[in-house]
């Protein structure tokens, strides 16, 4: 269906308008409760007696939705009243027949052709009878001012066409027509997991300016995920304001849309003449810092518009900060990365054709998201997508849901299957969704182990996209795919542990020892070379431990490699996560300092100085030399490169756990002070309780204070010398300290729940690396 030809509603994408949905009903007898069941196939908003149910936007999110769609639950006791009463819907087509990713033969209608709306209305009356009013023949349709409104291209809103009253009693609706009944889908409907999307939080102008093309530009100050409220004063009847949204400014002052690809991301109000208008898109979301105002007729007040920032209301868990400015920095930069990219899924950008859920990006990320906020219920539900996107022979996909864009997971992206139900076990201890999830993890390691007999991950690759932009450097892709094949095994066999399926153990106990001889054998010389001589090759050999006997040798090619470029990274998408740990870990903190404090190119630091206010998706998106990476892949907005935010947490404000899906029960506490920091402090709320740790070097001495929560214990690793004099002070309840020695020569202290604060006079230990990290290459 496409809208109605040469009317208002005819628009160059075929975008569907949003339909107005009502219906009248009489109470006559007062309320007890009363609750709405509504879903969508598209997106709805639900209203009663002239007023939003709910602050919840772009409802019920997105699903396969030939499998399953959710549906909310509100309690609407008091929007009821005697007399009259009208249940209403916007009804929009949001991800089900809107436009979808980049695929230009198939840009939209992935899931059906027109949206429809489901909903029930249960009144309990006080007398004890029921009142039921649901999706029924009594219901009447009509179209508004909404000409069409797109997830990815927009909304355009002509006021001129407004219903007054529409949702309220005593509209006159004989000019409404009945709707079609629609079949109401395949998938079963089910309530909703994730905590609902909404408007969290409002960002003011910070500046605005006259563009070349007479637009005005507003400055917002942060790349964001929402959309702007508009305030237009005295508009002509008929006058047209378009907004576009962007992340960038080009060179001569207007924005830069090119890296938008065919998203328009506009917005179109056409005004009906009132002294001030108020306008707010509906069923969309923009990826953007600035937005250009075309048609205004005089210079414009900053309050003309308002960001509205959404995204899934996840509670915020963690704080970070430190001594260094550009550290605080990449610690908001990744914080409003995921506010922007955790919408309905977490998807890979924001802005352009594309925003699907990439499985590897959220895999690299998750860590540092569970730190940042509560991700139990988010990623829950978008491990049912990425089990509904599972194929019968147990190939995961590279997105979730994959509808637009289906395909075989890559190496690093179909492995989210294995992973990501292994992270949500260690932050939340929750073993009925691991248990949800192991038949289908079984499926694809099984999947992967009847391919690649030798255990070598060199069949069944499906688009192998590598260590996904790396800078001047080509890590081999089998190398890569056999790494995390191993680790996959690794996990299996803690999964089957927990959930004591002991045979399973011992058979993926086998298969790693199995992977790891051949890996070996294949890529590993006498001297502790890995084939490549990458960075990420290294770092993957490392964190699969995959070569504990060449392990010294390894990581000092790895320090060679990194010193020789200048103090470079090289590392991509996947080995950018392990590259600040396995170097802090391995005794080279120093060295994972100076990569995460640099301001040279390639590094995080140096898209802060250009200005980024969340992570980049390359390195060199825009780079003096050349401005703006090519257009065809150039988001400003791209959590993966984010990673860095787990070692943050655990390695630089120092709170951890010992990965065994206890929850934090049993907490690892390793401050780790570097070169550029003279202090820091954090915190984490886990499921246990709130973590807290702070550090700060006064001169030779140390100062440690933490807190750990009722009914834990914390092994708190500590870099002095041996001949340091150490008091500690606090421990309020269950305290106990034993102190022992770790390996690579931190104090470690043994301590119950409570404050602690010590001093170290004496001072650190050296900052260098550890004996057995020191073997000469």
């Excluded at 069941?37 to 009663?48: D, H, I, K, Q, S």
């Excluded at 609706?173 to 709707?179: C, E, H, I, R, Y």
């Excluded at 990449?330 to 977490?346: D, E, K, M, S, T």
């Excluded at 504990?548 to 490699?561: G, I, M, S, T, Y």
């Amino acid at each position: 269906m496409a809208p109605p030809a040469d009317t208002a509603y005819d628009n160059e994408w075929q975008a569907l308008p949003v339909a107005h949905l009502r219906r009248s009903f009489f109470v006559d007898r007062p309320v007890l409760r009363a609750r709405l069941y509504a879903t969508a196939l598209g997106v709805y908003e639900p209203r009663l007696n002239g007023r939003r149910v709910t602050p919840d936007v772009l409802s019920p999110g997105w699903t396969d939705y030939h499998r399953r769609v959710e549906h909310q639950a509100y309690d609407v006791t008091p929007l009821l009243q005697r007399g009259e009463n009208v249940i209403g819907a916007l009804l929009g087509e949001g991800w089900y027949s809107g436009y979808i990713g980049f695929l230009r033969k198939r840009p939209a209608q992935h899931y059906g052709t027109e949206p429809q709306f489901r909903a029930v209305l249960d009144i309990d009356l006080d007398d004890g009878e029921r009142l039921r009013v649901v999706t029924d023949r009594e219901w009447r349709f009509a179209l508004g001012p909404y000409v069409f409104s797109d997830l990815l291209h927009g909304e355009r809103y002509d006021a001129r066409l407004e219903q007054q009253g529409w949702d309220c009693a005593g509209f006159d609706d004989s000019a409404w027509v009945q709707p079609g009944i629609g079949n109401g889908g395949q998938g079963a409907i089910e309530a909703a997991r994730a905590p609902p999307t909404r408007v969290t939080r409002t960002l003011t102008a910070k500046k605005v300016h006259r563009a070349p093309d007479e637009s005005w530009v507003f400055d917002l100050g942060q790349n964001m995920v929402g959309r702007v409220q508009l305030a237009v004063r005295n508009p002509a009847r008929g006058a047209l304001v378009r907004l576009q949204h962007a992340e960038a400014l080009n060179e001569d002052g207007s924005v830069y849309v090119a890296n938008l690809r065919s998203t328009r991301q506009e917005d179109i109000y056409i005004a009906r003449g009132a002294p001030e208008e108020i306008y707010e898109p509906t069923f969309t979301a923009h990826g953007f810092r600035f937005v250009a105002v075309h048609g205004l007729q005089s210079e414009p007040e900053l309050d003309t518009i308002v960001g509205k920032v959404i995204h899934n209301e996840l509670p915020e868990t963690s704080s970070f900060e430190c001594s260094s400015p550009l550290l605080n920095q990449l610690y908001a930069n990744i914080v409003w990365g995921q506010r922007g990219n955790f919408l309905a899924v977490p998807t890979d950008c924001p802005q352009r054709d594309e925003r699907m859920g990439w499985t590897a990006d959220a895999q690299l990320f998750a860590r540092t998201a569970a730190y940042n906020m509560d991700i139990a219920a988010f990623f829950g539900k978008w491990l049912i997508d990425i089990r509904d996107a599972q194929s019968a022979d147990g190939v995961f996909q590279n997105i979730a849901p994959c509808a637009p864009f289906p395909g075989g997971g890559a190496p690093a992206w179909g492995d989210a299957g294995v992973i990501l139900p292994m992270v949500l076990f260690e932050f939340f201890g929750d073993k009925r969704l691991l248990r949800r999830c192991y038949p289908s993890m079984r499926a694809w390691m099984s999947y992967l182990e009847r391919h690649n007999p030798s255990g070598i991950r060199n069949r069944e690759l499906f688009q192998n996209f590598g260590d996904w932009l790396s800078i001047d450097a080509d890590t081999p892709k089998v190398l890569l795919a056999t790494a995390y094949y191993a680790w996959q095994a690794k996990l299996m066999v803690k999964a089957a542990i927990a959930l004591g399926i002991t045979e399973d153990a011992v058979l993926f106990e086998a298969l790693f020892s199995k992977i790891r001889a051949a890996f070996n054998e294949a890529f590993v010389t006498a001297d502790g070379r890995v084939t490549g001589d990458t960075q990420t090759g290294y770092l993957l050999a490392l964190f699969a431990g995959l070569i504990p006997e060449q392990r010294d040798r390894a990581v000092a090619h790895l320090v060679r490699n990194i010193e020789s470029r200048g103090v470079r990274l090289t590392t991509g998408f996947i080995g950018a996560r392990h590259l600040c740990p396995i170097l802090t870990e391995l005794g080279h903190g120093d060295l994972a300092y100076r990569l995460a404090l640099s301001e040279s190119f390639p590094s995080w630091g140096y898209s802060i100085r250009q200005g980024a206010t969340t992570i980049w998706e390359r390195w060199d998106g825009w780079t003096p030399e050349r401005g703006f990476q090519s257009p065809k892949m150039n988001s400003f907005n791209h959590f993966a490169l984010g990673s860095i935010g787990e070692w943050l947490f655990e390695h630089v404000v120092g709170i951890g756990d010992d990965r065994s899906g206890d929850a934090f029960k049993r907490i690892r506490l390793r401050p780790t002070p570097g070169p550029g920091l003279d202090w820091c402090r954090g915190s984490y709320r886990s499921m246990r309780g709130p973590i807290e740790s702070s550090w700060r070097i006064e001169g030779a001495d140390f100062i440690y204070e933490c807190a750990i929560p009722a009914n834990t214990t914390a092994t708190l690793e500590l870099p002095f010398r041996d001949d340091a004099r150490m008091d500690v002070d606090g421990a309020t309840v269950e305290s106990r300290v034993a102190q022992s020695k770790t390996r690579d020569g931190r104090t470690a202290l043994e301590i119950g729940s409570g404050r602690y604060r010590i001093r170290v006079t004496g001072g650190l230990a050296p900052r260098q690396p550890p004996q057995h990290a020191t073997t000469s290459v």
